[in-house]
């Protein structure tokens, strides 16, 4: 007879599970995770009658950041939170922000942005987010082939061999970085296929780029990079101000 037995995980355990549940979370408009911009204020664990529940809190930058991103961000991190394995419940707070009661009431009611904004002082919002979401994942496009074929082109690469490569070619040439990680990432959020044997260089309808319009559009992808560096700089700038960090 085999004897089964099930292992509860650690609190410690848990709250890690939080942690990179967390770092699946991103900020639209900066293209990272809420973890690493230090938007995660705390996660705490209780322990309820059914099980353990996680309190986790987000801040941002300043006290008028977008209603709109912060809504997403609490609600994806709800959503990702929620799936951890070892949880009953979740709570996902954002704090010390004029939207605050409007965002955290909607995204634990599960409902809607435009009905959580409904009535409130925040104003109200008339469309759901999800155009939002795709406009700004492919601006990570955007950005993402900036990152990779930048060095691809310092290292040599001309713009006849970038329009011919695919994103096989980029990983024998750059190695499989991050950079590459999030922009297959990016093109999948998209439908835009992401195989080695894809071409590399793709618009934000995943048609392929050639050579003649390649060097305009890694102007626009330059552009988007340079974008989401300088508000990524103020943005954690006007974190560590605010917070003392």
Same mark, same amino acid.
């Given at each position: 007879m085999t004897i089964s037995f099930l292992t509860r995980p650690t609190s410690e355990e848990v709250v890690g599970r939080v942690w990179e549940a967390l770092r699946t979370v991103r900020d639209p408009e900066l293209d990272t995770d809420v973890v690493s911009l230090d938007f995660v204020a705390s996660v705490e664990l209780a322990e309820a009658d059914s099980g353990p529940v996680a309190h986790v809190r987000l +801040? =941002? #930058?300043?006290? $008028?950041?977008? #209603?709109?991103?912060? $809504? =997403?961000m609490v609600a994806d991190a709800w959503d990702a939170v929620s799936g951890v394995e070892g949880l009953v419940d979740v709570e996902v707070v954002l704090i010390d922000h004029f939207a605050s009661d409007a965002i955290n009431a909607g995204v634990a009611a599960r409902a809607g942005f435009v009905t959580s904004m409904a009535g409130t002082e925040v104003g109200e919002a008339v469309s759901e987010l999800h155009d939002l979401r795709r406009t700004f994942t492919e601006r990570a496009l955007m950005a993402g082939t900036d990152l990779v074929v930048r060095p691809l082109m310092r290292a040599g690469a001309t713009p006849e061999q970038v329009a011919g490569m695919t994103l096989g070619d980029a990983v024998e040439s750059s190695g499989s970085s991050d950079d590459l990680r999030r922009l297959r990432a +990016? +093109? +999948? /959020? =998209?439908?835009? #296929?992401? /195989?080695?044997s894809d071409p590399l260089v793709v618009d934000p309808s995943g048609a392929t780029v050639g050579v003649e319009a390649l060097p305009l559009h890694l102007r626009k992808a330059r552009s988007y990079q340079v974008g989401v560096d300088a508000n990524t700089s103020i943005c954690r700038g006007q974190l560590a101000v605010r917070y003392g960090l």
């Open positions: +801040r =941002l #930058p300043t006290y $008028f950041c977008a #209603p709109n991103f912060a $809504f =997403l +990016r +093109r +999948r /959020e =998209l439908g835009i #296929p992401s /195989e080695d």
